[in-house]
């Protein structure tokens, strides 16, 4: 019983160190790995960089050989335009210019052209335009003091304030400045007061032309309808009664209203003629406004 215990005993003992030392092992193990990999990769890029360097030899070699070559190029061509110089200087006989091309026209075209910058866009999204000046409007010229000027009146036409005006030629017989004559006569005993009867209206006649202004105004306008016959024309009716002359004149103006019974039922409208009714061709026997020919 003795030997018994004792044996299990040691081997109770023996698994317990073999314990120890498989989870001193493990201990061990975990604690080298990383250095064990960090070592395993130093091994591996040791070749790697090895052919790097290599080829950096390599290709400092093939550009250094470029270099030369290009050199070589360029001083070739630099004796070949001097040659090609010196020959056209030399043999006189050729004619055709030695054409060189310049050193922009050796470089190859390696820049892309680069495409047009975007147009600037206001918040709304829309393109913004350029504010175009409106051209200046010219100021209008001065006219000179002697385009305002009126033109000058022809000599043998009256002044319209110089019309109308009379001068007694004989006895109680006046002439107007259009060269009418006014001589006595008629119910009234002169042909001036005859005319002078249309200076205002007269209900009880049926129609009865009434000039505008005072004697002066009708006096002028009766000499201005006067001259204006004498012209002729189409604003002129004449027309013989009884060996009297009679001109219808329009002078395209208001110079008098009808009056009578008839113009009041009419509200007065406009007279813009003159009937002048003559004897011997320049004596007044009467005149006064009327509405038509």
Request: hydrophobic residues 30%.
């Amino acid at each position: 019983m003795t030997q018994l215990r004792q044996k299990t005993s040691s081997n109770a003992s023996r698994r317990l160190w073999v314990q120890l030392l498989a989870f001193a092992a493990l201990a061990l193990l975990f604690y080298l790995k990383p250095r064990i990999e960090s070592w395993g990769q130093a091994q591996q890029r040791g070749p790697v960089s090895a052919e790097s360097t290599a080829n950096d030899t390599a290709t400092g070699t093939e550009d250094a050989g470029e270099t030369a070559n290009s050199t070589e190029e360029t001083s070739s061509a630099s004796v070949t335009a001097a040659e090609a110089a010196s020959d056209s200087e030399s043999s006189p006989k050729s004619s055709a210019p030695v054409i060189v091309a310049s050193a922009e026209e050796q470089k190859p075209a390696t820049t892309e052209s680069r495409p047009a910058a975007p147009k600037k866009k206001s918040s709304s999204g829309s393109p913004i335009k350029k504010m175009e000046r409106t051209p200046e409007k010219k100021r209008p010229e001065l006219s000179s003091p002697e385009k305002n000027n009126p033109p000058p009146e022809d000599q043998g036409k009256e002044k319209s304030s110089d019309l109308g005006k009379l001068k007694e030629v004989d006895d109680n017989v006046f002439e107007s400045t259009a060269g009418l004559l006014y001589v006595p006569g008629g119910a009234e005993g002169h042909r001036l007061k005859h005319v002078m009867q249309h200076a205002k209206d007269n209900p009880s006649k049926p129609v009865h032309g009434v000039f505008d202004g005072d004697r002066d105004d009708i006096l002028a306008v009766i000499d201005e309808a006067f001259m204006k016959a004498k012209k002729g024309g189409s604003d002129v009716r004449s027309e013989k009664q009884n060996g009297r002359r009679i001109f219808t004149v329009n002078l395209r103006r208001r110079i008098g209203q009808v009056g009578g019974g008839e113009g009041e039922r009419q509200g007065h409208p406009d007279c813009r003629f003159v009937r002048i009714v003559l004897e011997n061709e320049n004596e007044v026997i009467s005149a006064y406004p009327s509405k038509s020919f």
